[in-house]
C-alpha cells in the first residue's frame, strides 16, 4: 500500500499551488508555478481514482463481512470485489509510476544534435537519415521543429545538424536517443556491393529557460563575421553571422542560419543555454551513481546504443536488447515511438525495482 501521508502531501501542494495561479501571481513565479500544475494534475487524477478504488473495495468487502447480507447481494459484492482488486493492482501500478521522481528537465523542450561519426561520407547521409527521423517523429508527436543550424556534406548528407524541439514531454522521450547510432549497410559509392559499417552520434539536450541558467554578459565574447555557404560563397554581405563564446568554460556556439545578426545572436544564446544546463545536470547526477549504471537513460554518449542493418531489414536497441524487423518504418520515424517506448518502459520498471529495494 502506497502511504497515505505521502498522498496527501501531495493534494495539498497541488491545492496550494491551484491557489497560488487563482491569486494572480505574474512573472517568473508564474511560469514555474504553471509547470508545476502540469506535472501534478495527471498525478492527482490518479491518486483520486486510485482512492476510489480502493473506497469501492472496502465497501465490498464490508458488504461480504456483513452477516446481514443476503445470499444473493453477497455474491454479487464478491463478482465485484473480485475485479475490483483486479482495478487496484492496476491502478497502484500506475501511482507508483507516477510518484517515482522526475528528472527536472523531463518536461522541458529539448535540443537534437547529429554529428556524422566513422564512416566518411555514408556516415553523413545516415546523420542525415537521422535528422528525417526525428523530424518526422517530432511531427507525428505534434511537436514544434526548428532547424538550428545544418552543415551539408558533398553527397547530400549532413556533416552536423542541430534541430530544436518545442513541444509537451519531448525531452522526457528524446533523452533516450543520445549515444551512438550504427549503421550497416550497402553505400551508394561501393561498386563492389559490399556492406559497410558507419556511425552518427545523438546528443539531445533540455532546452534551459531563462530561470534555469544564468549568463553574466561578461563571461561572453562576441564575435560577427560573414555567413558563408557551401563552397565558400557569400550567403549574404553582411556580418550576419555570429560566434558566442562562453569564457568560463571554452563553449563556443557559431550561427548564421538567420539572415538576421540578432536572430543569430538569440539562437546561439539558446544553444549555450542549453549547454551549460547540461553540465550543471551531468554535475549533479555524477553524485547519482547508481542511477547511472543504468544502460536506459544514462546518456553516455560514447556507448553504441542502436544498430541498424539495412540488408537484414532489422533495428536492434542494445540497451534493452530489443530487435524489430521493420527498419523502414523506424527511419522513417514512423515507429520510433515503439523503441521509446519500450526505452520508458524499462526506464520505469527499472527505477520502480531500485526504489522498492531500498524499502
Known amino acids: 500500500m502506497i502511504p497515505t501521508a505521502k498522498l496527501d502531501r501531495l493534494l495539498d501542494r497541488f491545492h496550494a499551488v491551484e491557489a497560488e495561479l487563482a491569486s494572480g501571481a505574474g512573472g517568473a513565479g508564474f511560469v514555474k508555478l504553471s509547470k508545476e500544475h502540469a506535472e501534478l494534475s495527471p498525478v492527482v487524477e490518479v491518486v483520486r481514482e486510485y482512492r476510489k478504488v480502493q473506497d469501492d473495495l472496502a465497501g465490498a468487502e464490508a458488504l461480504i463481512a456483513d452477516p446481514k447480507t443476503d445470499s444473493e447481494m453477497r455474491g454479487l459484492a464478491e463478482e465485484e470485489r473480485a475485479e475490483l482488486k483486479q482495478r487496484f493492482e492496476k491502478v497502484e501500478h500506475d501511482l507508483r509510476i507516477k510518484l517515482l521522481p522526475k528528472d527536472a528537465a523531463d518536461s522541458s523542450n529539448a535540443i537534437i544534435e547529429i554529428r556524422a561519426g566513422t564512416g566518411g561520407d555514408e556516415a553523413a547521409l545516415f546523420a542525415a537519415d537521422l535528422l528525417e527521423m526525428y523530424t518526422r517523429y517530432c511531427s507525428l508527436q505534434g511537436w514544434r521543429t526548428e532547424l538550428m543550424s545544418r552543415t551539408d556534406s558533398d553527397l547530400g548528407g549532413i556533416k552536423e545538424a542541430v534541430l530544436d524541439v518545442t513541444g509537451q514531454g519531448a525531452f522526457a522521450r528524446l533523452k533516450f536517443e543520445s549515444g551512438v547510432h550504427r549503421v550497416q549497410r550497402v553505400p551508394v559509392t561501393e561498386a563492389q556491393g559490399r556492406i559497410h559499417t558507419s556511425a552518427a552520434t545523438v546528443a539531445v539536450l533540455p532546452e534551459a529557460e531563462d530561470v534555469d541558467i544564468h549568463i553574466d554578459e561578461k563571461d561572453l565574447r562576441i564575435d560577427v563575421f ?28 557559431a550561427q548564421q542560419t538567420e539572415k538576421s545578426q540578432h536572430k543569430n545572436k538569440a539562437a546561439a544564446m539558446k544553444m549555450l543555454r542549453a549547454k551549460l544546463f547540461e553540465i550543471e545536470r551531468e554535475r549533479i547526477d555524477s553524485a547519482r551513481a547508481s542511477e547511472r549504471k543504468s ?32 527498419l523502414d518504418r523506424i527511419i522513417s520515424g514512423d515507429d520510433l515511438g515503439e523503441i521509446i517506448d519500450a526505452l520508458v518502459a524499462q526506464d520505469q520498471a527499472d527505477r520502480l525495482a531500485a526504489m522498492e529495494a531500498e524499502g
Open 226 to 253: 560573414r555567413a558563408q555557404g557551401a563552397g565558400g560563397q557569400h550567403v549574404n554581405k553582411t556580418e550576419s553571422a555570429v560566434r558566442v563564446t562562453h569564457l568560463p568554460t571554452g563553449i563556443a556556439i
Open 295 to 326: 544502460m536506459v537513460g544514462s546518456g553516455d554518449r560514447s556507448e553504441r546504443i542502436r544498430t541498424y542493418n539495412f540488408p537484414q531489414g532489422r533495428v536492434t536497441d542494445h540497451r534493452i536488447n530489443l530487435t524489430l524487423y521493420k
